[in-house]
């Protein structure tokens, strides 16, 4: 059972690490782990509908301009929809067919570990693009979905990983960082149907609302927060700080 001070801590946590690239998921487990708690894996999905209210509010005239283009089938929009069915394919495929794979993952700080030196490290390289400042692509949007696959691990950053695939491709920091976040999704919403008849398992709605909440609320923060540091170019930065982490995880392992 989660006392609503637990849920605070979990839906602060959620809402500051699912935009900053520092892995929602992965932070999650630690925090869990901490602080002695056991919950179903789908109690972190609705912590992620929360990240996904806190995208549609930051986001909400980008998103109604996109709808406005798909129905009034504007080419520039049409194309920027396929992008984002393409490129969730993917990740669709890796989460139907690892599924149990992934949930176990949840469990071993190991993989943990090693999915926080894998986001520090391509965190780190994104500020070496080989070119600068290109449009989208097909191209790049495709690999920027497979990349997303590998966030289905904890410890992989979802926004860090497509992000700078997105910058080592040398796109647009942000019109990247809106695909990315736009990415998010169908991502997101796939997960919570793949897993949502497993909802009975959570033992309190009303920690699980309070912390939602909390992770709306802060998730707005910082996403307006990490949108800032995109423009400043500071976003390899929190690659140390996956570097650091992902050694300690592992020590304690």
């Given amino acids: 059972m989660v006392s609503f001070i637990e849920a605070i801590i979990l839906g602060v ?31 972190d999905i609705i912590l992620h509908l929360g990240s996904l209210i806190a ?11 996109l709808v406005k283009g798909i129905i009034q089938r504007k080419r520039e929009d049409l194309q920027y929809l396929g992008w984002i069915i393409f490129a969730t394919i993917p990740i669709a495929v890796v989460g ?25 490290f391509v965190l780190l390289i994104s500020r070496w693009p080989k070119k600068k400042q290109q449009k989208l692509s097909w191209r790049s949007t495709i690999v920027m979905g497979i990349m997303q696959a590998f966030a289905l691990v904890p410890g992989v950053s979802r926004s860090g990983i497509t992000i700078s695939t997105g910058l080592l491709q040398g796109r647009e920091r942000e019109a990247t960082a809106r695909f990315a976040f736009f990415l998010f999704i169908p991502a997101i919403v796939g997960a919570t149907i793949l897993e949502f008849s497993s909802l009975g398992a959570v033992t309190d709605l009303s920690a699980l609302a309070l912390a939602t ?15 800032y540091i995109i423009k400043k170019q500071k ?19």
């Fill in 55 to 65: 995208l549609i509010v930051v986001f909400r005239k980008e998103l109604v301009e």
């Fill in 13 to 43: 946590i959620q809402g500051v690490t699912e935009w900053l690239p520092i892995s929602s998921s992965g932070h999650l487990v630690l925090a869990q782990e901490l602080l002695g708690i056991t919950q179903p894996l789908i109690f």
């Fill in 235 to 253: 976003f390899s930065y929190f690659g140390w700080y996956c570097l650091f982490l992902g050694i300690v995880v592992l020590i304690l392992a």
């Fill in 213 to 227: 909440f909390v992770t709306i609320i802060v998730g707005i923060l910082s996403l307006r927060l990490l949108l």
């Fill in 96 to 120: 139907l067919l690892f599924n149990k794979q992934i949930t176990m993952a949840f469990t071993n700080l190991t993989v943990i570990g090693i999915a926080f030196l894998f986001t520090a």
